[in-house]
């Protein structure tokens, strides 16, 4: 703490103050709201500590509540402290409310008095060692008598007439004005009396009355209860004696019948009334030391913070530990054990001991530990309400915020009537043993975090790290937060439980809804720190397939108010973060980055409270680039950090890109397609985003169905694992449909690929779809042609006069480049001896052995002559012209006379064909499905047919509601294997 006060000013909040700034709002928040706790129920214990030396030893005559019996003593007391408590309380809690300057004054006495008593009991041990005083304790056997009982009895069990003096024996000690033998004697003569003592053992006053068996067999003596330093009672007392709730007290040296029979509660011996151990009695004990923290916590009012907090804790420290350890030693040397036990001094009828120990008179220890406890429970409702100012100043936790205020001089009204409140909470407890091992789990876990904040800031070697005090190290800071846990649970492990689920509900608390500071703490160093390793660690090799979880890029659209065009795309995403990856969303601003600084960043912001809007941690990027599609190509290659990049990117289909007479939208749309597939990246599609159910809009029942055409690394099957992960699609159940051809054994295949999800312990309804090679119908022919022909008229609509006069020159012939990720790869009817298709043997020829996917022979070359004539041909002049003018409403240019005799091509014929057939399929089986996941073809090597390509992806997706369209990454991404 020494070393965290002299780094840097110290204001109000002491020990609050040094956490949070070293550690961060959330465990300083935590940690102080618990330490503010412990530090009033100590006022309360205080207070309660001063009320019990009140009523028992300085004015017993002024209990309010008298005990009806010897069973209802303990509540009488106890309603006695309830009472006089609220009364200290109330008083305390003005004086403070009046100003802190009289507690400094009344400090100072309460100080001396306490120093007075300390000397005093120096003293008496020192006196005790030549004249021990008289305090006698009453034995039967080896066991301890209560005084209460005996009143003005002797301790005898009978009593002699008067006589003169003769020689005593050594078991005899003098009581009253006779002697008093130690063994009951028949012999003896009859002028014999029993005493108040024979009466409680046996069953009448006569002599011969029936008594209790250890009763007769024992002796009755009287030992010293203070023999003195010189007595050599500490060797007895070195050595620790725990008792069990209801054992009596006994002294080991003391002779004992045998055998030994259990005493019961109604004779009048003194009992254990609680079960003592180390543990239990550490957690008493620890509050007593707890008091060091006070002139930290008013590190407000200090002159010179940084130098008085380490001079005065540490001298705090070291003269309590000297005098708690010297008054142990005293005590065991100089009074006996089984009243060093007794708790409530039933042996001494409730006389101090400590007072009879010390000199002149027990006066001195009385008034001093009165004075002791008025002046520490001061201290503990000054330092308290300071603490809970600093906290809800400092404003991280939003309903505090109203106990941050107070007078126009500083002190902290309202925080000082919640401590109040508090500490009368303490007070009906009334209970010190209750409230003691309390208060010793929240200081306990102060100085853990406090010991914390010391060792993380020392080996983190942050630059700001510069203590003045230079006397510390980082492992005697790990040391002390080990035995603060230790402590913890070894005083009370139930409470220790108890007070870390409180600190961590404040930790969550301050985490989710307290407001959001940044103090350069400790934790965050820390963060950087493990983020670097990490991330050194990921670059040691390629993620495993187990570890495979998508990654995801999210591209995103601004308007032109800079409002996301398609936050549902953020949803969608949300939704998937079942993988728990990394999400990254972008946005790429067009212009000039030295013009456009101030556009990004409130892209940024932006783009930040969306993401907080729709739930999505991650990260948000927003790059300037002079074309969108170079920006986007920019954030696909550079986003993301050594092993942490992305895996998937996720980007929107373009609306209207029919009408849109500028291509740039679908132009970039396809080349996002081209530069993913480049960088082997996943490409996730969703079509009618806006139908996507919102994270509000679960889906009560339906199915998500995936069809399965091509494999793709196992992409299709964990997208829907992972979405039932969510609340939104979670009672959806999945089929999986997959395509065969006539010739194909559907009912292995549909085996096959049951077994492979039982591998893959995916859950999933399988059905294979038989598809037969049919006739290109004219509706195709007629569709691809006018598909060719509204291509060519957007191009001529879009072209300059010079690029006309340049399109002119072209050949009008110029045949399409063909594409290997065209649909022909994508499912099994069509061609596949074109010259437009893979060479390369992809995986449209047999079915996929591992995974089931339908592949089949793909059959069929062009189109034959025969199949010519079964063609009707119903595109004819006056259509085109009416098509012309429905489309596009103007004229008809210079360059469309060629429309006309423009033939499709056969390669489209065939793609447009496999697109109408499957998307009538998957209509036909998916009409009502809540989600069709499809297999999204590569777009074409040459950009002249990127038109075309779009609009197969239309006919392929035409009438179906909800689609993801997904081209995996090329590796896999789920395994069989555990």
């Not at 007595?231 to 002779?255: A, F, M, Q, R």
């Not at 999505?616 to 050594?642: D, P, W």
């Not at 089949?856 to 012309?884: C, F, I, P």
């Not at 090597?941 to 006919?955: I, K, S």
């Amino acid at each position: 703490m020494s070393a965290i006060a002299t780094n840097g000013v110290v204001p109000a909040g002491g020990s609050y103050f040094m956490i949070s700034r070293s550690l961060g709002p959330e465990f300083g928040g935590a940690v102080g709201l618990c330490f503010y706790l412990g530090t009033t129920f100590a006022g309360a214990m205080y207070i309660l500590g001063a009320i019990e030396i009140l009523l028992m030893y300085i004015a017993p005559w002024a209990a309010i509540f008298v005990s009806s019996g010897p069973d209802g003593e303990g509540a009488a007391m106890l309603n006695n402290m309830r009472v006089y408590g609220s009364i200290f309380l109330l008083l305390m809690a003005l004086l403070v409310f009046v100003g802190v300057k009289y507690v400094n004054k009344l400090a100072s006495v309460f100080l001396a008095c306490v120093i007075i008593s300390i000397l005093s009991i120096y003293t008496g041990a020192l006196v005790s060692a030549f004249s021990p005083p008289t305090f006698p304790v009453c034995m039967l056997g080896n066991r301890t008598l209560s005084g209460h009982i005996l009143h003005d009895s002797p301790c005898a069990k009978t009593t002699l007439p008067k006589e003169p003096p003769r020689p005593v024996d050594t078991n005899l000690t003098l009581a009253g004005n006779g002697t008093v033998p130690s063994t009951f004697d028949p012999s003896l003569p009859s002028s014999e009396a029993t005493t108040a003592l024979w009466l409680q053992f046996c069953e009448g006053p006569d002599l011969n009355a029936s008594c209790d068996y250890y009763f007769n067999l024992s002796n009755i003596s009287e030992i010293p209860g203070i023999p003195g330093l010189s007595s050599g009672v500490i060797t007895e007392n070195i050595w620790s004696v725990y008792l069990s709730k209801g054992d009596v007290l006994e002294k080991g040296s003391l002779p004992s019948p045998r055998p030994v029979h259990p005493p019961t509660n109604r004779l009048p011996y003194v009992f254990a009334d609680i079960t003592t151990s180390f543990t239990l009695l550490v957690g008493i004990f620890f509050p007593s030391v707890t008091g060091i923290m006070a002139g930290s916590n008013r590190s407000g009012d200090l002159k010179d913070a940084q130098r008085s907090i380490p001079i005065g804790t540490i001298m705090a420290i070291l003269t309590t530990s000297l005098v708690y350890l010297s008054s142990v030693v005293l005590f065991g040397a100089c009074i006996e054990g089984v009243v060093l036990r007794d708790k409530f001094g039933d042996s001494v009828k409730g006389n101090l001991v400590v007072g009879t120990l010390s000199w002149p008179s027990p006066w001195v220890i009385v008034i001093g530990s009165f004075f002791s406890t008025c002046g520490a429970g001061l201290q503990s409702l000054t330092g308290a309400p300071r603490l809970l100012q600093a906290i809800a100043k400092d404003n991280i936790i939003p309903f505090l915020r109203v106990f941050g205020h107070g007078k126009a001089n500083g002190e902290p009204t309202w925080a000082l009537l919640l401590t109040a409140l508090i500490a009368e909470l303490g007070i009906l407890i009334a209970s010190l043993d209750l409230v003691a091992p309390i208060l010793s789990m929240f200081f306990l876990m102060c100085y853990l975090f406090v010991n914390l904040a010391c060792a993380l800031q020392t080996l983190l070697r942050t630059p700001n790290w510069r203590p003045r005090f230079s006397y510390y190290h980082w492992t005697l800071s790990f040391l002390g937060m080990i035995i603060c846990l230790a402590l913890m649970f070894i005083s009370s492990w139930y409470y220790a439980i108890v007070a870390i689920v409180i600190a961590g509900m404040i930790y969550k608390y301050i985490e989710y809804h307290g407001a959001e500071k940044e103090w350069g703490d400790g934790i965050r160093g820390l963060s950087l720190s493990a983020a670097r390793y990490a991330l050194l660690r990921l670059e040691e090799g390629p993620p495993h397939t187990k570890n495979w979880r998508p990654q995801l890029l999210v591209l995103l659209k601004l308007d032109e108010d800079a409002y996301v065009k398609s936050p549902r795309l953020l949803t969608f995403a949300s939704q998937l973060k079942a993988g728990k990856g990394l999400t990254i969303v972008g946005t790429v601003i067009t212009g000039n980055y030295l013009h456009s600084y101030g556009e990004a960043l409130a892209a940024e912001q932006t783009l930040k409270h969306q993401m907080d809007k729709e739930k999505v941690k991650g990260f948000c990027q927003c790059i300037v680039a002079n074309k969108a599609r170079e920006g986007i190509s920019h954030m696909i290659q550079s986003s993301g950090l050594g092993g942490m990049r992305h895996n998937t990117v996720v980007m929107g289909w373009p609306l209207a890109w029919r009408q849109s007479e500028d291509p740039q939208s679908w132009k970039t749309f396809i080349n996002t397609v081209r530069v993913t597939t480049a960088a082997h990246l996943a490409l996730l599609v969703p079509k009618n985003i806006s139908l996507f159910p919102g994270n509000s809009e679960p889906c009560a029942e339906g199915y998500i169905d995936v069809w399965w055409i091509v494999h793709d690394g196992g992409m299709l099957m964990l997208l829907p694992f992972l979405l039932r992960q969510h609340k939104v699609w979670r009672k959806c159940a999945m089929r999986i449909f997959t395509v065969a051809q006539m010739e194909d054994n559907s009912i292995q295949m549909k085996k096959d690929l049951a077994t492979f999800l039982y591998h893959l312990r995916i859950e999933a309804d399988v059905e294979v779809v038989e598809m037969h090679n049919s006739d290109i119908s004219a509706y195709t022919y007629e569709r691809t042609l006018m598909m060719e022909q509204r291509s060519q008229m957007l191009r001529q609509m879009r072209l300059s006069k010079s690029d006309r006069e340049k399109e002119v020159r072209r050949p009008q012939q110029a045949q399409l480049v063909k594409d290997r990720n065209s649909m022909l790869r994508l499912t099994s009817i069509g061609s596949d001896d074109d010259e437009d298709t893979d060479g390369g043997g992809g995986p449209t020829g047999n079915a996929e052995k591992g995974g089931g996917a339908a592949g089949g022979r793909e059959r069929d070359g062009g189109m034959s002559a025969s199949e010519n004539r079964r063609v009707h041909m119903t595109w004819t002049k006056e259509k085109a012209l009416q098509y012309r003018a429905t489309h596009s409403g103007c004229s008809t240019p210079e360059g469309f006379r060629d429309m006309l005799s423009i033939r499709p091509d056969h390669s489209n014929v065939r793609r447009m064909h496999t697109a109408v057939k499957l998307n009538e399929v998957i209509v036909n089986k998916s009409h009502d499905a809540r989600l069709v996941l499809l297999n999204m073809p590569g777009p074409p090597r040459n950009p002249a047919g990127d038109e075309n390509y779009m609009e197969f992806l239309e006919v392929l997706t035409e009438g179906l509601e909800r689609v993801l369209l997904v081209r995996g990454g090329g590796s896999e991404v789920i395994t069989i294997y555990s």
